[in-house]
């Protein structure tokens, strides 16, 4: 029989969590509670004994100094009991690790059957709180329908003996494994059998398959192995490997491009090959430091003579918009396999986020799933515990709010890992598969997650999109399965290795069986997390933290037991081969047999209409503003609006120090409070370290990585050509202005874009977004080709648009802005020349490199007022990089004290950002700036002109730095002060600011000051 | 090599392993990352090492207070090892997550050399959540610590969920009396930091960091000496450089405080 044990604090102690619940309660409903006390349940569903039970109690459960438990309901008070547990199936950590722990303790081994289930009691008091309110607060804060269930009581129906009751989420399938057949009589029975199935096949792929499956010789070679008409789980593995997540069929597909509504038609044919792949293959001809780009889990640059570092990017989008926590949390993990899947593996040494998402206080009519603010609240805390534990640092991140991400929110998340040059002698960046290895399965078991989430995400969410693919990431078991597989890695003993993402068993064995040209699976013996899946079922299933390893025959052995001694469980799940098939048996029938080149061959290619409209033929114009006269106030509303202030609350809940590996942080200055232009790690965790024990001395800090991000998807409402170029020069500016070197950057492209193939009546903007897309395709290969940055990696999410119901039941569509993350990577020779971005002292110049024009289209000075404009900012590679150059020979020759982008928001905030970073005083006059064509001080302070930085240097090395910048735009603009007050003259030489630095602090502080 | 060995404990969602054996390496002493089952199953023995090294992360998640299970785990298994291990007069240092374990495992506060009993705890943060920040702490030279000898302030990284140290009145008591308190949340100026934050990250009761026991041989903190190896992991180092360098010094600070710490130990052998 099942125990139900509850746990709390003792009384006397502050119950952080119940006192976050109270504040939020208060702060987003305006829900007023005395107090609110959590009680931890665990519902033991396992064959114990008295001693046992009260063993386990007072040795695992129970702190004696903190907490009181007890296997009957506590007696704490409240006005209304909330109790919130996990529903049936889904990823409960804490329940698997207390059962670890149990059987350690007692020296058992429970059966199949038996489980721990976690769940939480929240005691709410309050005046006057009414069931309305436990409604909203169990529904809009506790819990999420997706994957809790819950149950509230109110104090005068509470039975002090039964508490809550007992639910145990156990799964209950009853379910014989069945393998099914799909009549292929018609196009039209096969497309209906999709829709039915949510197999999303596109209709042009249906002929295809169909004629696969008519062809005579297939008949004949398929009847010999016992099947006729194709099965479920064949459809089903084409259906995943053929989607636009796995396939990138938008990106490869035709597009029928015109400029204006009567231009010709320009024919672009794949911007994946003539954007992407095209550039970045002939800049790795001239940079040796590219290692392996185009083909693997993630793309490979030299870090040093013995080691590579491995970069990518991916999103989670559409789980994190339905459920925050579980959504964010499988995406960092997830991301974290790719790195680990790369050569023969790689161990990971950052990452970083990206959240944009709908304004955090929204009031409108629209009623998205999570309010902004909630879901914002569930992606930090999802990476956070992702990252975290994982005991990967997350130096960089960051977050921006704007409507169009209220339809769907975008979840980035970056991975960066360092592998050996070599492993056993043998180049580690390459693998293979070869007939006769075995095919393992690590890590995690499969249950129903996850099931069609690749599908899923290749579709525009509605309110029938199907919630099963909403999984929690688990990173304890990822993180013993990555120190497992790098140890096994250095003793040679891993020939390939992938990780089990989007598609599950379908993608990672799929496409590893490629290198070998076959595979014989048996599917039985796939470890299930409870019985009655069917066999396509753990075919595609999306559970998490498994990677499929190819291991020699000989290797076996060993191979197991240090998956025994990691506490990791591995498999073999059948053997590669050399069929040209995919053979996959169940207890020795077969239920899938496809011949490999079958997606190779024939496919038709996906197209579009692409119709640009020029922002003049779209009757954009420049806002008729004259200049304002109070630029005190102005410049503190422009540092709280929400897209510039400080986010330190987030920042901090990220561990950006573990692995020791931290030179720059994301906070630095006096007060370690302003952003960080980007991150910078050094070598230290390439694992493979020596040193000579005692030699303390080193003449340099050694080698270290930079790493960068930025996102400006405000560009795109006038032109995406120039959101892309202005978002890649920001990256490239960011790295430099730590101390990254412009010779050697690697490129992370993540394109975020909502719908593109043209509708009347559900998608009429599609062909202008379709032409958008082309021309950020263009404009990243216009800028990789111009700053010489091979793209190491790059993913992209396609179906960026929600409908949202409003206030008279009617739905609106939502699309996001079109939208890139860009990253940069690059290799710092000696990390001690790295450079901040704070003012460090008194009397040192401040200068300005790079010309400010009158580019306010679509900036945060326009959009404070409510503007867009139409002079979007432009990048003008030739005139930046010889800047770009001096820089970098500026801050390896130690000229300079501080280095800081000008980026979103103008030179009127950054260089606030600068005086706020070193908590000092700085006079600068504006009618010194570089620039060109500006009259108007307001255009100075806040166009987003790109190419710029603001540096400051001891006075001692002025004529060396002007030197260097001999004939660019580059000027002393002022200079930093023992005072405290940040103060502008004019154009017209006229005191135009002067406010002191810790009120800008403050009002940069303010919007978010109330958050930890 | 160096005659000091130290195990790091690794697995089990450890994670500060590589850095802490390269820290004990930079001190002086020969490191070596041990697998916690490893030592279980006896292919690697205790009584090889000198010094035992519980290092950060998170052990089984920590999903039921942090170091508790990896507490239960040990203790069960080779509990009465690790008790040899300490009569021989060795070294035990937890750090973070580690930390959490020893006073799971009640070889911290160890009162009149009880190893067994759980008397203090590590529990969640005031604030809530996870947080990252660098600290500075106040040295009790007092304190019969042998890890923190001849030293007077230390900055360090804090990175944790829980570790606000609590207990009772009288046991807080009985620490300070026995000079137990090694170190606390300080302000910059040094000043203890009187529960505020952020100088004191946790909430912890009188700002308490890390305490020993009655031996100084068993010492357990929540902040990372180990993230602080090189000059450049100081989050000020940028500004410090700069200033070093108007004055015609290179911005390298020397041997850091993180690994000061470590050289106390190796010293000790």
Known sequence: MPYQLEITLKTDLFDAEGEGIRQKAENY?????????????????????????????????????????????????????????????VKDNPGSTAMEAVEDILGIKTGPDEAIYTSKRYCLKGDGLTAKDADMIAGELLANDLIQQWKIIPQKQWNPKKGTGMIIPKVILNHEPTVTSVPIDSDATLKKISDERNLALNPNDIPIIRAYFLDKKVQAERALAGLSEPTDIELEYISQARSDHCNHNTFQGLFRYKEGADGSVEIVDNLFETCIKAPTLELKEKKPWVVSVLWDNAGAGRFDDDHYYVITGETHNSPSNMEAYGGAITGIVGVYRDPLGTGKGSKLVMGSYGFCVGPRDYDGDLRPKLHPRRLLDGVIEGVRDGGNKSGIPTPFGQVLFHQ????????????????????????AEQKTTSPGEMVIMCGGRVGKDGIHGVTASSEVFSENTPAGHVQIGDPYTQKKMHDFLLEARDEGLIQFITDNGGGGLSSSVGESALFSNGCEIQLEKVPLKYEGLDQWEIWIS?????????????????????????????????????????????????????????????????????????????????PVLSEPRDYDRLLMDMLSRPNICSKEWITRQYDHEVQGTSVIKPLVGEDRDVNSDAAVISKLETGNWKLETGNLKLETGGKGLAFSQALLPAYSVIDAYHMTSCTIDEAVRRLIAVGGNLEHIGGVDNFCWPNIQYHPENNPDGKFKAAQLVRSCRALRDMCMAYEIPLLSGKDSMYVDGHLPGKYGETHKVSAPETLQFSCIGVIDDITKCVTMDAKIPGDLVYVLGATRDEL?????????????????????????????????????????????????????????????????????????????????????????????????????????????KGMPCAC??????????????IDKRTLLNVPVQQLKTAWKSPFAGLI | MSDVHALVLTGYGLNCDHETAYALELAGASATRVHINSLIDGSVKLKDFQMMVFGGGFSWGDDHGGGVIQAVRLKTNIGDNILEFIEKGNLVLGICNGFQTLVNLGLLPGFDGDYKTRSVALTYNDCGNFRDDWVNLKVNAASPCVFTRGLDQMELPIRHGEGKFYSDESTIKRLFDNKQVVLQYATRDGELADCRRPFNPNGSISDIAGICDTTGRIFGLMPHPEAFSHWTSHPDWTRIKEEMKRQGGSGDSGVTVGIRLFQNAVKFF
């Open chain 1, 29 to 89: 409903f305006g829900i007023e509670l005395a107090q609110v006390r959590t009680i931890r349940v665990l519902t033991i569903d396992v064959n114990l004994s008295a001693d046992h039970l009260e063993k386990i109690r007072t040795e695992i459960f129970t702190n004696p100094v903190t907490d009181i438990s007890s296997y009957a309901p506590l007696p704490v008070d409240f006005d209304w009991t909330i109790w919130v547990g996990y529903r049936p199936g």
């Open chain 1, 404 to 427: 169009g991400y209220m339809g769907k929110c975008l979840v980035f998340v970056t991975a960066v890992g360092i592998m050996p040059a070599t492993v056993d002698g043998k180049p």
């Open chain 1, 542 to 622: 999306e559970s998490q933290e498994r990677m499929t390893v190819a291991v020699r025959p000989e290797d076996i052995q060993r191979f197991l037991s240090l998956s025994e001694k990691h506490a990791v469980e591995s498999t073999v799940i059948g053997t590669y081969a050399d069929s040209g098939k995919l053979h996959i048996t169940y207890n020795g029938k077969t239920c899938a047999y496809v011949n490999l080149d079958l997606l190779k061959s024939g496919f038709p290619q996906w197209e579009f209409d692409a119709e640009w409209l020029s922002p003049h033929d779209r009757g954009m114009t420049e």
């Open chain 1, 857 to 965: 289209g679509a900036s945060e000075y326009y959009e404070h007022f409510g503007h867009i404009g139409k002079n979007v900012p432009g990048v003008f590679p030739d005139q930046f990089i010889p800047v770009y150059k001096g820089l970098c020979h500026a801050i390896k020759e130690e000229l300079v004290a501080s280095v800081h982008g000008i980026y979103r928001g103008g030179l009127g905030v950054h260089l606030a950002m600068v005086a706020m970073g070193g908590n000092i005083g700085m006079n600068v006059d504006l009618s010194l700036v570089p620039a060109e064509q500006v009259s108007r001080n307001d255009v100075i302070l806040f166009s987003e002109s790109a190419g710029r930085f603001i540096v400051t240097i001891d006075p001692a090395n002025r004529k060396k730095f002007e030197t260097i910048f």
């Open chain 1, 973 to 986: 603009i002022g200079e930093i002060t023992n005072g405290s007050d940040f103060i502008a003259k004019g």
